[in-house]
T-cell receptor, first 112, second 113 residues
Framework: DAGVTQSPTHLIKTRGQHVTLRCSPI?????VSWYQQVLGQGPQFIFQ???????GRGNFPDRFSARQFPNYSSELNVNALLLGDSALYLC???????????FGPGTRLTVT | DQQVKQNSPSLSVQEGRISILNCDYT??????FLWYKKYPAEGPTFLIS?????DKNEDGRFTVFLNKSAKHLSLHIVPSQPGDSAVYFC????????????FGKGTKLTVNP
């Protein structure tokens, strides 16, 4: 079975631009979460979606938004990129009712 | 405010010996705990979890111990293997699913041959 997939693998953007990151969950998983990991830190929660509805939002500015599609895949959008948005963005999926989240390989975003 | 703390940034052990990774939490609402392993350029891989109704959970070479009164958990790896060398993250959440994971900063484990 395929695990969580994310695209693109790497991305370089300029300050002020916007970016869209994509995630496909494990088949059968209806919940998708997004995390940001900066160097030397653990992943930090950004959003969680379940059945296309936002179930949770972390302490991130409104420049960050996300959505989930009917096939349970998800997009994370970041507008007006700042240098500080450079990080590894991780997507995780889980079965409904489960706390165990399974992560994709991440998208490495570099903002110059 | 760091709700999940891994106070040892790194740990080095000899192959075949025991590795003990520690984690402390401050939020009493947490009742489900997970350990993840992360290799460079990969996403975190789920290792083992424990609910607050238990104080121990075992899976092969990996055992997690939970001390609720001390708000402390530990991951034991026995015997340690060079392939275990990675960054280990402790995470906490509230049970029931649809709950975010709160991670510590990680401990880099190096297992020397």
């Amino acid at each position: 079975d395929a695990g969580v997939t994310q695209s693109p693998t790497h991305l370089i953007k300029t300050r002020g631009q916007h970016v869209t990151l994509r995630c496909s969950p494990i088949s059968g998983h209806k919940s998708v979460s997004w995390y940001q990991q900066v160097l030397g830190q653990g992943p930090q929660f950004i959003f969680q979606y379940y059945e296309k509805e936002e179930r949770g939002r972390g302490n991130f500015p409104d420049r960050f938004s996300a959505r989930q599609f009917p096939n349970y895949s998800s997009e994370l959008n970041v507008n007006a990129l700042l240098l500080g948005d450079s990080a590894l963005y991780l997507c995780a999926s889980s079965l409904s009712g489960s706390n165990e989240q399974y992560f994709g390989p991440g998208t490495r975003l570099t903002v110059t | 405010d760091q709700q999940v703390k891994q106070n040892s940034p790194s740990l080095s052990v000899q192959e075949g010996r025991i590795s003990i990774l520690n984690c402390d939490y401050t939020n009493s609402m947490f009742d489900y705990f997970l350990w993840y392993k992360k290799y460079p350029a990969e996403g975190p891989t789920f290792l083992i979890s424990i609910s607050s109704i238990k104080d121990k959970n075992e899976d092969g070479r990996f055992t997690v111990f939970l001390n609720k009164s001390a708000k402390h958990l530990s991951l034991h790896i026995v015997p340690s293997q060079p392939g275990d060398s990675a960054v280990y993250f402790c995470a906490a959440s509230r049970q029931g699913g649809s709950e975010k994971l709160v991670f510590g900063k990680g401990t880099k484990l190096t297992v020397n041959p």
